[in-house]
């Protein structure tokens, strides 16, 4: 463990800068704050391997037979897996149909494998001294699976704001992207079409991205803002960006014939979808490459 009375400011800023904290971050903090961002950003440093990792000599694989196999679960890449994992979740679990992080953590450990290391991988602390700003959070979950005792692992990321964050957790916006980061991993690792319930918000997402955009006329061409948007947004719901762009009754080239104030309506459905699910099958299977 570190030892961080003995540790300088300096000390702790050049450490927190070979974790790929920018400069810039650590020098507007005092020693109690770059200690609690050394704590959040090296966790996984800590990690011992001998005491959490056993050490498989023949490919990689070990036998875990205590674990039992549930004869009724389908194939991980069966179009059945999803419902058979959503029916795992107990009521509690799930907001409007939309797991929970500890649902899906307890989860995971249910039909999956053993969870043998989990927390986040990079931390990049809001840098607005005025307000609570814009955190992004990378996390990493670590999964020894049941019968084969394959390790794997899974990561991805959250970045929380005023605009995509309610006031209550917008406060705490490390602390709020960890949490949206953790779930975002564990469904990934799950192979399931709904959202972590943190990853939702009440506020109007749309017209804040609206409000924040200058100049706004209707009836110009798509802002670079809106467009990011939807691409996260189709990333995020696993929905094929052109396909929704043309799934109304005009046909466009290119996004960017598309207008601000149509693009506002296409923001609207995208947040029905992530509320109310729904998303028709036409335009499932998001394509990271549908610029070209």
Known sequence: ??????????????????????????????????????????????????????????????????????????????????DYVMSKFQPNELIDGNPITAGLRRVVEVVLGEITSTGPKQVFPAQDTNGPGRATVVYEVIIRQYGTGKIKTYADTADVWHGNTDDLFCAHPVATACTRAEGRTLRKALKIRALAAEELAKKDIVGIVQATTADWNPEDTISNQQVTFINNKCKQLDIDVRKFVNMGSAHYESINDVTRNTAQKMLRQLNDYQQKGGIPEQVQGYESDWRK
């Not at 959040?40 to 011992?48: A, I, P, R």
């Open 1 to 82: 463990m570190t030892n961080y009375t003995n540790m300088t400011v300096t000390e702790l800023r050049e450490s927190l800068a070979e974790h790929g904290i920018p400069k810039a971050v650590t020098d507007a903090l005092k020693k109690k704050e770059l200690v609690k961002l050394h704590k959040e950003t090296t966790v996984l440093d800590e990690v011992n391997l001998d005491e959490d990792f056993e050490v498989v000599e023949e490919g990689g694989f070990i036998e875990d037979d205590n674990r039992p196999v549930d004869p009724e679960a389908p194939d991980y890449n069966s179009p059945e897996w999803h």
